[in-house]
């Protein structure tokens, strides 16, 4: 018989605060992947995004900061203190301050400007990018994620199909109707298609971690709530409208242009104007001043930095034409893929629908003792095989719509508005 003292409640809670703090975590709660749309709502959360964003807003706090006027420029001297006789101390100092402005007159200034805001418009065009290709690698993530779930599906399918006719094929082994080889041959088919089962759930816990950690989903995915691999693409752009890369090797050309004139003005001389007041400590008196000072440009005219920024405008011109090669070879190849895709996922649908009925007809037949079992194993693959073929397809559509969206600067499956 135990005794309860007053301690006893609060020695349990203890104990028992004790053991939930040493037992495992438990695993955050597996959720559904929110839709591809419902992800792109989220964009400008991802990292890939915010540095583009990020390096846009710079380049526009560049521009800014260019149209600046430069800083004045203050000094105070002291004359004629701590000499010798009668110069001793301070008694007979002059004191001088001087301003000083130095002013742009050259057209330095404007220059400066036109460059900064040209380089702002190369950034924003390349922050457009950076969210084009995070919109990309978010619509491949998810299309491989919902891949990986229809294969690890089509995976289980194959499975069940095949251990059903390993049964069939039992029951007619043990009828004396097949030889005893075709019972190993369909436990040896059970096997293959469990291991195909075990390697389709790897990939499928793979892409749907990656999935998961580009969209920076706080829980683990096990499904995909919204199909995009059966979603159709929009159809391409008639317009004649520079594809992005084009428009940002267009703005980089301008602002390497803007560059050598920026470089041809540091050449010219620089102007300053100066107003200083003078105290004689003596007299009691005072006196201004009014200067104007202008460098001269006789060692350094800056041939060097002039040179430079001409070939970087060359060089910029040259990426630019080859630029406009690539984009209009890259864009008909994209063009013609996702028609092609097209047709392939088409003709994938209708060879599932001929390889069931064929299947079916063969398990029929096979159960009626007129089709051999290699006849219902060859139709059985050919189903799995045009199954797993119009997944591949459906892919290969999304791969092909990635392709396009990217040259054209916008998110898969998102019309160009």
Not at 361 to 370: C, E, K, P, V, Y
């Amino acid at each position: 018989m135990s005794i309860l003292t007053p301690r006893s409640p609060r020695a349990a809670g203890l104990v028992v605060a004790v053991l939930l703090g040493l037992a495992p975590a438990q695993p955050a709660m597996a959720q559904a992947a929110p839709s591809y749309d419902t992800l792109l709502e989220r964009l400008d959360q991802l990292p890939g995004t915010r540095v583009g964003a990020a390096l846009a807003e710079a380049a526009d706090a560049r521009a800014e900061q260019a149209r600046a006027l430069p800083n004045p420029a203050l000094s105070y001297t002291t004359e004629n203190a701590w000499g010798t006789g009668s110069y001793g101390g301070m008694g007979r100092a002059d004191t001088v301050l001087t301003l000083s402005q130095p002013l742009e007159v050259w057209g330095q200034r404007a220059a400066r400007v036109r460059a900064a805001r040209a380089e702002a418009q190369a950034a924003n065009l390349r922050g457009t990018l950076s969210r084009s290709d995070v919109a990309s690698q978010l619509a491949t993530f998810y299309a491989q994620a919902e891949g990986a779930l229809r294969r690890y599906t089509l995976a289980e399918e194959a499975l069940a199909l095949t251990r059903d006719d390993a049964t069939a094929v039992d029951a007619m082994v043990r009828q004396g109707r097949e030889p005893q080889l075709r019972a190993v041959q369909a436990r040896s088919e059970v096997a293959n298609a469990t291991a195909a089962l075990e390697e389709a759930q790897a990939f499928r816990d793979a892409a749907l971690a990656r999935l998961a950690g580009a969209a920076l989903l706080d829980a683990p995915v096990q499904s995909i709530s919204s199909s995009l691999l059966d979603r159709a693409p929009p159809l391409p752009s008639g317009g004649r409208e520079a594809a992005l890369g084009v428009r940002i090797a267009e703005a980089e050309a301008d602002a390497a242009g803007r560059l050598v004139e920026v470089e041809r003005k540091r050449a010219l001389p620089d102007l300053s104007v100066t107003a200083a007041q003078t105290r004689f400590r003596e007299d009691r008196e005072q006196a201004y001043t009014l200067g104007v000072s202008l460098s001269i440009p006789l060692f350094d005219r800056n041939r060097g930095g002039i040179r430079a920024a001409s070939a970087e405008q060359r060089a910029a011109e040259a990426r630019l034409d080859q630029q406009r090669r690539d984009s209009d070879a890259e864009r008909l190849s994209a063009v013609a893929g996702l028609k092609a895709a097209g047709s392939r996922t088409r003709a994938a649908d209708d060879s599932v629908v001929a390889a069931e009925e064929a299947y079916r007809l063969a398990r029929i037949g096979f159960d009626a003792g007129r089709i051999s079992q290699l006849e219902l194993r060859s139709t059985r693959s050919a189903l799995i095989a045009a199954r797993g073929t119009a997944v591949d397809a459906r892919v290969s559509r999304v791969a092909a719509e990635i392709d396009l969206a990217r040259l054209e600067g916008r998110a898969p499956f998102v019309e160009v508005r």
